[in-house]
């Protein structure tokens, strides 16, 4: 994991989002670091006995954002180019952004899609009344399905940089560690299924490695992964993936 790489921190100008001191998120963070710190990725997936599953969720949600910001600040301090609207995508699909202010989907480039994603689930994280901190405060009807859609765009960012900016990623030294994040992140999916199979469609070589040797599917299917919106999460679901 990235948090380990770089001692859970920063990397560059990347600021990660921490969890409050003492808090269960925090000891849910703590946990899943030195578990997968000892190797066993199966166990760090797991919702441990007893304890919240939206407060796991909601802990492993944020972890995540933040891996993937990471590797993101990295791609970005190498260099990246920006081939424009349409480009810098897995080969054979387009992501395209909106969002509950966007009347239609955006055309845009791979690195312009991935820096939607993390501005947008950087509000949805922070937001309260989502992702509340008190334990007095209950989740929201929405937050499982909200939770769906933020873990489908963090697919579709690893999709991108797999795809476009795997090559920056192992200049630095980091491949290794975006490997273990990837795994950790599609196992945890699987667990909980928060990613439909259409979408890892995206990454079908590396996902189907991963299947082979751990296993993991899609119980509830799926209907082509076309929007987001099929998630249910209402407005938060409007950014649609284009096969060509």
């Not at 312009?112 to 334990?135: C, K, R």
């Not at 938060?236 to 993936?241: E, H, P, S, V, Y």
Request: glycine residues 10%; aromatic residues 14%.
């Amino acid at each position: 994991m990235f948090r380990l790489f770089y001692g859970g921190g920063r990397a560059g100008t990347c600021q990660v989002k921490n969890h409050a001191p003492g808090s269960k998120r925090a000891e849910f963070s703590n946990y899943t670091m030195k578990t997968l710190g000892s190797g066993d990725v199966i166990a760090a997936v797991k919702l441990p006995h007893g304890e919240d599953f939206n407060e796991w969720l909601a802990a492993n949600a944020v972890d995540f954002f933040n891996e993937i910001r990471l590797v993101w600040d990295i791609i970005v301090e190498a260099g990246y180019v920006d081939e424009g609207p349409g480009k810098g995508f897995p080969p054979g699909f387009e992501y395209r952004w909106a969002d509950n202010r966007s009347r239609s989907p955006i055309t845009c480039s791979g690195p312009q899609y991935i820096q939607y994603v993390l501005d947008w689930i950087d509000g949805e994280i922070n937001n309260e009344a989502l992702f509340p901190t008190s334990q007095s405060v209950p989740f929201p009807s929405n937050f499982v399905p909200s939770v769906k859609v933020i873990f489908t765009r963090i697919f579709r960012v690893f999709a991108i940089i797999y795809s476009n900016h795997y090559s920056r990623i192992d200049q630095q030294g980091a491949a290794s560690h975006l490997n273990t994040s990837f795994k950790h992140f599609l196992l945890f999916s699987w667990e909980f299924q928060l990613v439909k199979d259409a979408e890892l469609e995206a990454l079908h070589d590396v996902v189907e490695e991963i299947r082979s040797r751990y296993g993991g599917s899609d119980p509830a299917g799926g209907s082509g992964g076309r929007s987001d919106s099929s998630s249910g999460a209402s407005s938060r679901a409007l950014d649609r993936l284009s096969r060509k």
